[in-house]
């Protein structure tokens, strides 16, 4: 017998005649907020904050001066662009190496370089979360984890949801998902919490107005 | 479970040295009341915690139900994703399972995020065996690899160790396993962290095999969860060309709905935040990102003999946040190595004998490491009654024998408690030769060796009564 029939076999002999357990009853909420998209936004920009993400608010036109103005406060020399990134969005970045992603790109490659601008799928007001499908203008999973500063643009407000729920229905399972609330942190000693163990030390989230 | 814990001393024993650790008990003290302050907040912030809670329990109770209905879907779903399914019966056969897919790459190094179940099967010491060295990858199992320790908490398993302790085991030993810790590194956590990060960051950029756990299955699309806070998790799971989860069949959840109730509770159960910094899902492979072969090993290794226990089955809703262990008196002063297990404090004294049984010395004694006060049982986001399952499997060890004079001395008392002249007599004379009475109980055993007898009076009280209320 293998041992996936012999499992199987078990389970079936632990529950045997055991009491039938119902689907489960989901009255719990569909959301915390009241339903004012601007309150929605604060709140969003609060928790993610509340993180340690920074966070700032602009309207497309000024998005390309705001990307230059985050990229040369870091002093960074090179920044890594996802495929189908807009290109207006680096319009005003200058004496900056744009790096494409490319497959293969290997870790050390992408270790080298300063910054990576994304988009994202969505974003969660109540969990102050931003989540990454490696969509378009997203890329694979890896450019948003190993170089040290991530500018990560939110389009308001058609990827802005309240809460978790409204979040899963919009998702894609199929994708490979990064949920990111707030820079890469530990509390793991003393439960001192300390930004940036291995992820982006430095998360900088664009909430895009039209 | 792990051979580390062979020849463990039962938890009476275990405890009473580890509340002689002063510098033990102030971390844990420390650790574990901030932690329960801003868990109660972070729950505070959901008026329907109660009903993410109940909806956490159902789903979890009709999932073991149903669970050979569930892992088959779940079989079927990851491989369609193109994903590869493996069965262990044990830890021995996950182990084997694991190795034999390691050196199927030809690597001699892993790197691995958090696991508690391949703490459970001692997956590192078995690679180890068969020449593959596996690296510990998050912050505080980093610094209990390095310091030839053992984890002492599901979530953050260095609690036990204060900042100057971390600083001295990377000083010490961050030059054996890769780059070294400068000499001059302070015992600053964000120095302590850099340190790690440059340490680590070595063994992610070239790993090509990855080893996980996962907090979830999702049946029916085949996605699994991580939870996690530092990105070591991202790293072992997208740069390796090879992943290996390790996965407890009971980790497997119906839908992809049911993610949201416990995307809602379990981080603000276990690290009292809104959210964990990162989650990643990953459902079999993606062309172009991430590993090219997944591989998923379903770990029994006793959990069908928990399943086939009706009261003791609720421990399987476990989602591992550790909360209960944060509330927890008898926690809180003997620390997690007390437990002889991977999984310590309430949740450990009443899955552990499930998983291995009552028949060595410490799986007996841990049921009986607990005060019973249901802190324990209030925060679980899952509902889990822990006084209850302590209970019977109090009740299942007494049957087998466990504790003889304990059981001598009720049935003793019963007696006298029938028979008041048998009674006050017996008062008496206890009184009477209160010099002679020694000040432990008298037998062998774990029991009476860590209690004190409380002083007898210099009269009874039935005298006392007579004198002064009559």
């Known amino acids: 017998m293998s041992s996936r029939d012999r499992i199987l076999a078990r389970v079936r002999a632990a529950v045997d005649g055991a009491p039938a357990a119902p689907a489960p009853t989901r009255s719990y909420l569909n959301s915390h907020t009241p339903g004012d998209p601007a309150a929605v936004l604060d709140l969003l920009h609060h928790n993610l904050a509340d993180y340690r993400a920074r966070v700032h608010r602009t309207a497309a036109a000024c998005l390309a001066p705001l990307v230059a103005q985050l990229l040369a406060a870091r002093n960074a020399r090179s920044v890594l662009v996802p495929a189908g990134l807009p290109d207006t969005w680096l319009a005003d970045t200058h004496r900056v190496r744009v790096v494409e992603d490319t497959e293969g790109a290997t870790a050390a490659q992408l270790d080298a370089v300063d910054s990576v601008i994304t988009g994202c799928a969505l974003a969660i007001a109540e969990t102050g979360t931003i989540v990454l499908d490696a969509g378009t203008a997203q890329g694979r999973r890896r450019i948003t984890l190993v170089p040290d500063h991530h500018i990560c643009v939110v389009r308001v407000p058609d990827q802005v949801v309240a809460s978790v729920p409204q979040a899963m229905g919009r998702l894609d399972p199929g994708r490979p998902l990064t949920w990111i609330s707030g820079p890469s942190a530990t509390s793991d000693i003393e439960l001192d919490r300390v930004e940036g163990v291995h992820g982006p030390r430095t998360l900088d989230v664009v909430l895009l107005s039209p | ?470």
């Open chain 2, 1 to 470: 479970m792990s051979g580390t814990f062979i020849g463990m001393p039962a938890f009476p024993r275990a405890a009473r040295a580890a509340v002689h650790d002063a510098t033990l008990r102030g971390n844990l003290r420390h650790a574990t009341h901030t932690i329960r302050g801003k868990r109660a907040q972070a729950v505070a912030e959901l008026a329907d915690w109660q009903q993410l809670r109940d909806a956490g329990k159902q789903i979890k109770d009709h999932t073991l139900r149903h669970l050979d209905r569930y892992l088959e879907q779940l079989e079927r779903s990851v491989t369609a994703a193109g994903g590869t399914v493996h069965w262990a019966a044990d830890a021995e056969e996950a182990n084997r399972i694991v190795a034999g897919l390691v050196k199927a790459t030809g690597e001699s190094e892993v790197v691995k995020v958090k696991s508690m179940a391949t703490q459970e099967t001692g997956l590192n010491e078995a690679l180890a065996a068969e020449g593959i060295h596996a690296y510990e990858t998050d912050l505080a199992e980093l610094i209990v690899q390095l310091g030839d320790d053992r984890p002492s908490h599901i979530l953050v398993p260095a609690i036990h160790r204060n900042r100057a302790e971390i600083r001295d085991i990377f000083r010490e030993r961050m030059g054996r396993w890769g780059r070294a810790a400068p000499q001059d590194l302070t015992d600053e956590p964000a120095d302590l962290a850099e340190a790690a990060r440059l340490h680590l960051r070595e063994k992610f950029l070239r790993a090509k095999v990855g080893i996980s756990g996962a907090n979830f299955m999702v049946a029916e699309t085949g996605t699994l969860v991580v939870f996690e806070s530092e990105g070591n998790g991202r790293m072992c799971l997208t740069l390796p060309e090879t992943l290996i989860s390790v996965v407890g069949i009971e980790k497997t959840i119906p839908t992809w709905r049911d993610l949201e109730v416990f995307l809602q509770t379990l981080p603000r159960s276990s690290t009292a935040e809104r959210m964990n910094p990162y989650t990643s899902t990953w459902t079999g492979t993606t062309d172009g990102d991430g590993p090219r072969s997944f591989h998923l090993v379903l770990l029994d290794n006793g959990r069908t003999d928990a399943l086939a226990d009706d009261v003791g089955r609720q421990a399987l809703r476990c989602i591992r946040c550790s909360a209960c262990l944060n509330v927890c008196p008898v926690y809180e002063r003997a620390g997690g190595h007390a437990y002889g297990s991977v999984y310590p404090g309430p949740i450990g004294a009443i899955l552990t004998p499930q998983l291995r049984g009552t028949t060595s010395e410490i799986d007996a004694s841990l049921p009986y490491a607990s005060s019973l006060c249901g802190a324990c049982y209030e925060v679980c986001p899952v509902a889990i009654d822990i006084p209850e399952v302590l209970v019977h499997l109090r009740e299942k060890v007494a049957s087998q024998g466990g504790h003889l004079w304990e059981k001598a001395a009720m049935k003793a008392a019963a007696l006298a408690m029938d028979h008041p002249a048998a009674m006050a007599a017996g008062e008496r004379i206890a009184s009477r030769t209160r010099a002679l009475h020694p000040k432990r109980p008298p037998g062998a055993g774990a029991w009476t060796d860590s209690r004190d007898l409380p002083d007898l009076p210099a009269e009874p009280f039935r005298d006392w009564w007579k004198k002064n209320r009559t």
